[in-house]
């Protein structure tokens, strides 16, 4: 069978025209963006990977980024890190790299470089909801100046198209990068910026809505929502694949055309239902499963695999889940690919053709094999620490309902996501083990701290991405767990945390009961304290000050040599 995607494209000349005319802006020195709009299936890639070639072509550098179907998985900056990794593999390209430290952490695995502050007091201010700048003081701001710069640096040498593919699954740090980008659009003369989003998938409270809204306000952004193609143009798409397969009858021509409503993936499949002899099923769904049901039963296995890990799935994976010999996976793997269902990355990884069919898959699977299967992903992982990240490994934990096992990755993909510069994912994953703490009989334990203590810890991530009145909430549940009666100390470093959390939203007298509250616990002995000068700078008096230095890590002192 030929390669479906390397079929000739089909009309979409006017999109095209409208796209290369911001790519002919950006040659002349006037930056712009497209957010791209459209239904699942419609075309999207097609069209930007047609525009990319004809960019490059136009002597445009092009770099893609992807966002993937991750669920709550909770990765940060993965399609940021997918765009710049061509930069990091050019070895004429990377080492400019240099000149961006801070990017060094999130593209090549080193960690420590963005790292956000988590106890350091940074005396910020209530960030007004829908502010256009990214939080100042929550150490990210940094990480994002790298990646515009590194941008601009890159444009200044010849012009850029930077695609975004699939934002409607980008994270949350990606999307606060992605504005980011956007509003400093105006200082990268040399760049265009396509983004694309699946329109079917937007239901009223997502993410990507609110964002969208801000994105279409800024100067220089613009909006093309690609249509289903018309009938004429469907037919052409389908007569190709047809002649290419060596033909079909008309009438299957005729009444793949009327089903497929514009869709082209629609369209492609139906056809190929079709072309293995079925009479057509009615919905896409159907459609899909039919598709997967005329494989082999091992190849059925490895789809079902491969749906439930994720992204991308090793061949090492898909043979230690599916119980199959190398032999056996490699041919069921080949089998897949040679029916257009799995396609091969350049890494030798295997990924579903398009999203919908991993959608397919994943909901026909029966609960209990579900849960299975993630048990076994997750084992894999485990045994082999490169071939996922913590964060996969806590969701395939979660999902076969291995709570302490859950409980102990969420804890290492929240360390991952700080040591990137990722407060909204260490966020989440703090929360994640937060609420499995009571079901994990040695949480404590496993997290190396108290609960009250992650309390805080989730305050501070809380706080760093502007959620301030989530941060008291963290910080009064920690009270409470502490009790009137709890180790004065701890106590009382709580009371001088939510001190200085209800000072940034505006709670001075509340603000003030607790750090009198605090100071009240300091002991007497020694008494230095009392005298030592005042925080002027949170209102926040000298004994809370002293807690707020103790609280800070600090390193351990060597060990004593014995004589
Ligand atoms: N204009 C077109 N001409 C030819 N094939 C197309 C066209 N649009 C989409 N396709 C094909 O239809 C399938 C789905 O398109 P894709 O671009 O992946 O959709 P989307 O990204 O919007 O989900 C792909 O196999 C693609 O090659
Ligand atoms: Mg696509």
Known sequence: ?????????????????????????????????????????????????????RAAERGLRVLTGHCVDLGDVGLPYLPFVDLLRPVVADPELAPGLADHPVLAGLLTGRPGAAAVPTDEVDGGSPLAR????????????????????????????????????????????????LRYLLARLAEDPAVVVVVSYRADDLHRRHPLRPLLAELVRLPGVDRLALEPLPASDVEAL????????????????????????GNAFYAEELLAAGLAGEALPMGLTDVLLARVEQLTPAAQQVLRVA?????????????????????????????????????????????????????????????????????????????????????????????????????SASLEAADAARRVGAPAEQLQHLETALALWSAVPDAAERAGREQWVLLLDTAAAA???????????????????????????????????????????EEAGEALRESTAAMALVPADPPSYRTRRAAPRDGVTGAAARWRRSSRRRPAPPPRERK
Request: net charge negative; proline share 5%; no cysteine.
């Open 238 to 261: 389908v007569r190709g694949l047809a002649s290419a397969s060596g033909g079909v009858p008309a009438a299957t021509v005729e009444d793949v055309v009327a089903r497929a409503e």
């Open 307 to 407: 749906a439930v890990a994720g992204r991308q799935v090793r061949h090492e994976l898909v043979s230690a889940v599916s119980s199959q010999s190398p032999q056996e996976t490699e041919q069921a793997l080949a089998e897949a690919v040679h029916h257009h269902l799995l396609v091969v990355s350049e890494d030798g990884r295997y990924r579903f053709r398009h999203a919908l069919l991993r959608e397919a898959v994943l909901a026909d699977l029966l609960p209990g094999e579900r849960v299975r299967l993630h048990a076994e992903v997750a084992a894999h992982l485990a045994a082999h620490p490169g071939a996922g990240t913590a964060a996969e490994r806590a969701h395939h934990a979660r999902e076969s309902n291995d709570l302490p096992g859950a409980f």
């Open 130 to 177: 829908g502010a256009f700048r990214p939080p100042a003081d929550d150490g990210r701001l940094q990480l994002f100046e790298a990646v515009a710069s590194l941008l601009s640096d890159l444009a200044e040498d010849r012009p850029l198209l930077v695609v975004l593919e699939d934002v409607h699954w980008a994270d949350r740090s990606s999307r606060d990068l």
């Open 1 to 53: 069978m030929p390669r479906w995607d390397e079929g000739p494209l089909v009309g979409r000349a006017d999109e095209l025209a409208r796209l290369m005319a911001h790519v002919d802006r950006a040659v002349e020195g006037r930056p712009s963006a497209v957010l791209v709009a459209g239904d699942a299936g419609v075309g999207k890639t097609r069209l930007l990977d047609e525009l990319s070639r």
């Open 463 to 505: 706080r760093a991405i502007g959620e301030l009145h989530r941060g008291v909430g963290l910080l009064r549940s920690a009270q409470q767990l502490l009790g009137p009666d709890g180790d004065p100390e701890a106590r009382a470093r709580v009371h001088y945390t939510l001190a200085q959390a209800l000072t940034r939203i």
